[in-house]
């Protein structure tokens, strides 16, 4: 079974600075998928970046670009120039590629709280 | 915010009852996940559904059921309530080929509380 491990309960950064959230990943498939949710505290889990298993390039979204590290299975977020309003509970998930008419569930970890200073 | 709506908000039951969540999917989305969110945890896989069938399902026992209408919307029914069933419940809808699905959109959420 895949697992996914955010080894950070919290972190804390301050305004305009940059911060960098961990997520290792344990799978044993070559194909698959790879997210950052961000979740405030109004619940609702918002997409932040995805990256596919098969693309060597590293995503990047505006402020928030990850490096992927495939033989390393390890998946960290980079949030540039920090704002208030990035305040909240980071999780990565894991999807796998190939469906094979099996559900495609996601597999997040525990979560990153980030907190911004002003 | 995504097109991905929950009802109800909040939730308040007793142990033994029986509860339906209800989650209706974005535009052009045919696959709603459920997510059982305990306290400070991540999200977990409950099930899957897609052309109104269950095609997989995370490790939770048969007493939660769910249902996926001809419109994509979808239901997920909990029987038999017990204390560690209270959490946020979270439906994701998405867009599936068959093949693959796309990424997944969440809804705000039902926060169930079993008294």
């Known amino acids: 079974a895949q697992t996914v491990t955010q080894s950070q309960p919290e972190m804390s950064v301050q305004e305009a600075e940059t911060v960098t959230l961990s997520c290792t990943y344990d799978?044993?498939?070559?194909?698959?998928?790879l997210f950052w949710y961000k979740q405030p505290p109004s619940r609702q889990m918002i997409l932040v970046i995805r990256?596919?298993?098969?693309?060597?390039q590293n995503a990047t979204e505006n402020r928030f670009s990850v490096n992927f590290q495939k033989a390393a299975k390890s998946f960290s977020l980079k949030i540039s120039d920090s704002q208030l309003g990035d305040a909240a509970m980071y999780f990565c998930?894991?999807?796998?590629?190939?469906?094979?008419?099996?559900?495609?569930?996601?597999?997040f970890g525990k979560g990153t709280h980030l907190i911004i200073q002003p | 915010e995504t097109g991905v709506t929950q009802s109800p908000t909040h939730l308040i039951k007793t142990r033994g009852q029986q509860v339906t969540l209800r989650c209706s999917s974005q535009?052009?989305?045919?696959?709603v996940s459920w997510y059982q969110q305990a306290l400070g945890q991540g999200p977990q896989f409950i099930f899957q559904?897609?052309?109104?069938?269950?095609?997989g399902r995370g490790n939770f026992p048969p007493r939660f059921s769910g249902l996926q209408f001809p419109n994509y919307s979808s239901e997920l029914n909990v029987n038999a309530l017990e204390l560690d069933d209270s959490a946020l419940y979270l439906c994701?809808?998405?867009?599936?080929?068959?093949?693959?699905?796309?990424?997944?959109?969440f809804g705000p959420g039902t926060r169930l509380t079993v008294l």
């Open positions: 994701a809808s998405s867009r599936s080929s068959g093949a693959s699905t796309d990424t997944q959109y």
């Open positions: 799978t044993s498939e070559s194909d698959y998928y």
């Open positions: 990256q596919e298993a098969y693309k060597q």
């Open positions: 998930a894991y999807r796998r590629g190939y469906s094979g008419g099996g559900a495609d569930g996601l597999t």
């Open positions: 535009s052009g989305h045919n696959t």
């Open positions: 559904y897609y052309r109104e069938e269950e095609n």
